[in-house]
């Protein structure tokens, strides 16, 4: 009897150091480099999933967070508000209040989100982002932050379809928007006064975000929809023309691909080529 007891106690032992060992394994699969990337975004932050799920967390963070920041020319900061505004437009609510700290951590301010959040409305729909509001609400308000922000709005009833109008042909030039206005059929010609007045008068005139920037997150948004294409090679050549390059372009579709896939990414990248032939 004695001896029973005693290899059960052994056994015991073994296993419980046979789970250490694993645990220990573990923890050293993630490349430095990923954990230090990971920890400037949520230093000290302990994983869920990292304990149920080790082996989707050490092939995601060592591609997420090493092997895909290793290609191309965006800064920390412009990365993850690409990233922000792909999770709207693909609701992912619970990834994008996870990022919304990351976020806020690396220098993205409240106004800065707020507007990620603001841009999104034409391209996405209030009824899609309304649950990102309150969530960005909330967040703000745990640090600290007084709401409402200051407002960032550049028009008025009076200006914003004149305003709107302005931008939209700078962005695009004024050839592609007067040839859209004229093409129009006269019973679809209120679509292009609403493009121009709400779309750009309402939103994209605001301050907060540099046009480049708003150009830029609006790409990720197209993208990460999914059956934009049309619009999303539209926003390609708005991207080029407010600086934005083919390089800066394939960058964000790169470091999009862990949260939007394969398909959507492989789509953008067809579209980039098209309108951008290498």
Same mark, same amino acid.
């Given at each position: 009897?004695?001896?029973?007891?005693?290899?059960?106690? +052994?056994?015991?032992?073994?296993?419980?150091?046979? *789970?250490?060992?694993?645990?220990?394994?573990?923890?050293?699969v993630?490349?430095?480099?990923?954990?230090?990337?990971?920890?400037?975004?949520?230093?000290?932050?302990?994983?869920?999933v990292?304990i149920?799920?080790p082996? %989707?967390?050490?092939?995601?963070?060592?591609?997420?967070?090493?092997?895909?920041?290793?290609?191309?020319?965006?800064d920390?900061?412009?990365?993850?508000?690409? $990233?922000?505004?792909?999770?709207?437009?693909?609701?992912?609510?619970?990834?994008?209040?996870m990022?919304?700290?990351?976020?806020?951590?690396?220098?993205?301010?409240? +106004?800065?989100?707020?507007? $990620?959040?603001?841009?999104?409305?034409?391209?996405?729909? +209030?009824?899609?982002?309304?649950?990102? #509001?309150?969530?960005?609400?909330?967040?703000?308000?745990?640090?600290?932050?007084?709401?409402?922000?200051?407002? !960032?709005?550049?028009?008025?009833?009076?200006?914003?379809?004149?305003?709107?109008?302005a931008?939209?042909?700078?962005?695009?030039?004024?050839?592609? #928007?007067?040839n859209?206005?004229?093409?129009?059929?006269?019973?679809? +010609?209120?679509?292009?006064? =609403?493009?121009?007045?709400?779309?750009?008068?309402?939103?994209?005139?605001?301050?907060?975000?540099? #046009?480049?920037?708003?150009?830029?997150?609006?790409?990720?948004?197209?993208?990460?929809?999914?059956?934009?294409?049309? !619009?999303?090679?539209?926003? $390609?050549?708005?991207?080029? *023309?407010?600086?934005?390059?083919?390089?800066?372009? %394939?960058?964000?579709?790169?470091?999009?691909i862990? =949260?939007?896939?394969y398909?959507?990414?492989?789509?953008a990248?067809?579209?980039?080529?098209?309108? #951008?032939?290498?």
């Open positions: 009897m004695t001896n029973v007891i005693l290899l059960t106690i +052994i056994a015991t032992l073994l296993f419980s150091y046979d *789970n250490q060992l694993k645990a220990q394994n573990m923890k050293s993630i490349t430095e480099t990923a954990h230090k990337n990971h920890e400037e975004l949520f230093p000290n932050y302990v994983s869920k990292k149920t799920d082996e %989707l967390i050490e092939v995601f963070d060592n591609f997420a967070f090493d092997e895909i920041l290793s290609y191309g020319n965006l920390t900061k412009t990365r993850v508000m690409a $990233i922000l505004a792909s999770t709207i437009a693909s609701q992912a609510l619970s990834e994008y209040k990022m919304l700290g990351g976020a806020l951590n690396v220098g993205v301010t409240p +106004i800065e989100a707020k507007e $990620i959040l603001y841009q999104s409305v034409p391209y996405v729909g +209030i009824s899609k982002v309304l649950d990102f #509001i309150h969530a960005t609400n909330e967040v703000l308000t745990e640090r600290g932050v007084e709401l409402p922000l200051k407002g !960032q709005s550049t028009t008025t009833r009076d200006t914003r379809y004149e305003n709107g109008l931008l939209q042909k700078e962005i695009f030039g004024e050839e592609r #928007i007067n859209m206005y004229n093409n129009a059929p006269k019973n679809q +010609i209120h679509i292009q006064k =609403y493009l121009s007045a709400n779309c750009f008068g309402d939103y994209v005139t605001r301050d907060g975000l540099d #046009i480049k920037t708003r150009e830029l997150l609006t790409f990720s948004m197209l993208l990460s929809l999914g059956g934009c294409e049309s !619009q999303l090679k539209g926003h $390609i050549l708005g991207n080029v *023309n407010v600086g934005n390059d083919k390089e800066t372009l %394939l960058s964000v579709v790169t470091q999009l862990p =949260y939007v896939g398909p959507r990414a492989l789509n990248i067809g579209c980039l080529n098209e309108v #951008i032939p290498e």
